[in-house]
């Protein structure tokens, strides 16, 4: 494979806003949750690396990726929060369980973007494997927690 090996969470962090007084939800998918859990943890502790405050990150979880649309409705309709990152792990499955799931996770986090004129990331990994994820949330692949967060980070400048 051409990716082995390779950090594939490598990200610019040129001309970021200053993020010192924004205020984060992070929503986290509970299935795959070893996976999910780092992913978060990439996530919030890129935040705190690039100026967010501890106190300004509000962490909630929902039971599936499926339920992400709907906890990102729900953080990002509060007045308190700026930018909401949800972060899931669909694996494939021997069904299209995880088709239906992915596209109905992407169109609904941006629906709530545009309703809410807020930034939301789609944090939702889509491997084949379990070890392909476990690669990509803090292993030889890099976190792509950590991207999810900048990604949030750089959307605020607009
Ligand atoms: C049902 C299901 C399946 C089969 N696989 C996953 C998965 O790989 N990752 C994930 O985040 N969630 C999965 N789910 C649960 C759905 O997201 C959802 O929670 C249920 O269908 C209930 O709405």
Redesign the pocket.
């Known amino acids: 494979m051409s990716s082995a090996h390779k950090n594939l969470s490598i990200f610019s962090t040129d001309n970021l806003p200053d993020i010192t007084e924004k205020r984060f939800a992070i929503v986290v998918?509970?299935?795959?949750e070893e996976v999910?859990n780092a992913l978060a943890d990439g996530a919030h502790n890129t935040l705190l690396t690039y100026g967010a405050k501890e106190d300004n990150i509000l962490r909630v979880t929902?039971?599936?990726?499926?339920?992400?649309s709907y906890g990102a409705q729900k953080m990002a309709q509060r007045d308190d929060i700026d930018a909401v990152i949800c972060i899931?792990?669909?694996?494939q499955?021997e069904?299209k369980?995880?088709d239906y799931?992915n596209h109905a996770v992407a169109q609904g986090l941006t629906n709530v973007s545009l309703k809410y004129d807020k930034p939301v990331v789609f944090g939702?990994l889509t491997p084949n494997t379990e070890q392909q994820a476990l690669d990509r949330a803090g292993g030889i692949h890099g976190n792509k927690g950590d991207e999810a967060a900048i990604t949030a980070v750089k959307m605020l400048k607009f």
């Open positions: 998918a509970e299935w795959n999910t929902v039971p599936g990726s499926y339920e992400l899931g792990c669909v694996i499955g069904t369980h995880n799931i939702v």
